[in-house]
């Protein structure tokens, strides 16, 4: 399985801002306020978030720099929506611009990091800067894919889905083990519940169902005991935030 690393990391966020630059340009005014893949959020809703999600990213890089930290939306998920809210009725040159330079402010940080910065607090996941910038390979790429214009699951590359899996782990409800059998590669297991269910398939199919997102390339097969059955209910993603203590 591929590592990512803050060495290799770098090059993935700028692969993906690439992906949603590029996606940006086939789109206009109308093709904005239609929905996208995710229900009951338009195009511009996507367009909103991934402005808010790279500016909250850079702000955590900023407030590691000094040392402390900080809630990542101004507001929390309150602030959050009612920011993606506001701001999804855009018009595609200002979606553009604000999208662009957030990402651009966020992947800047990223890049000018050094070697003993990866590992300082953030306020993300209660986590670390390496936790914040998979964070924003994931919502760029993922979101990339919401917008429904010709760059779905299918198109996420192995060491996205296979760090993508990982992290979702976190979704295998208690009572069960997956085991994941993606098609010509090596199987791989999440979860540690007694009961144990194979899910066969698309390595991309494979990450994309664990997101919530609908498997592009076929269908998954999900057995357990040699009989077919039907695949599991995920538990919610992994919060932003920690539990309050």
Known sequence: MTQI?????PEELHKAAGTVTRLLAKLDDSSVAEPSELPGWTRGHVLAHLAGISNAMARQLEYARRGETGELYDGGMDGRNKAIALA??????????????????????????????WQA????????????????????TIHASDLGV?????????????????????????????VLQPTGLPQRTIGSGGTSIAITGMLTDIAAWLAGREPSLGSLRATAA??????????????PQPAAR
Request: hydrophobic residues 45%; contains cysteine.
């Open 5 to 9: 690393t803050p060495e290799t990391l």
């Open 150 to 178: 010709g760059f779905g699951p299918e198109t996420w590359n192995r060491p996205f889905c296979e760090h993508l899996i990982g992290f979702l782990a976190a979704r295998v409800p208690d009572t069960y083990k997956f």
């Open 88 to 117: 999804a009725g855009h018009s595609l040159t200002e979606h553009t611009e604000a999208v662009t330079t957030a990402m651009d402010a966020a992947i800047a940080a990223f890049d000018a990091l050094g070697p003993e910065d």
């Open 121 to 140: 607090r953030i306020a993300y996941r209660d986590g670390t800067v390496l936790d914040g910038g998979l964070a924003l390979w994931r919502e760029l």
């Open 226 to 239: 040699a009989d077919g059955v039907d695949l599991p209910d995920l538990l919610p993603w992994p919060a």
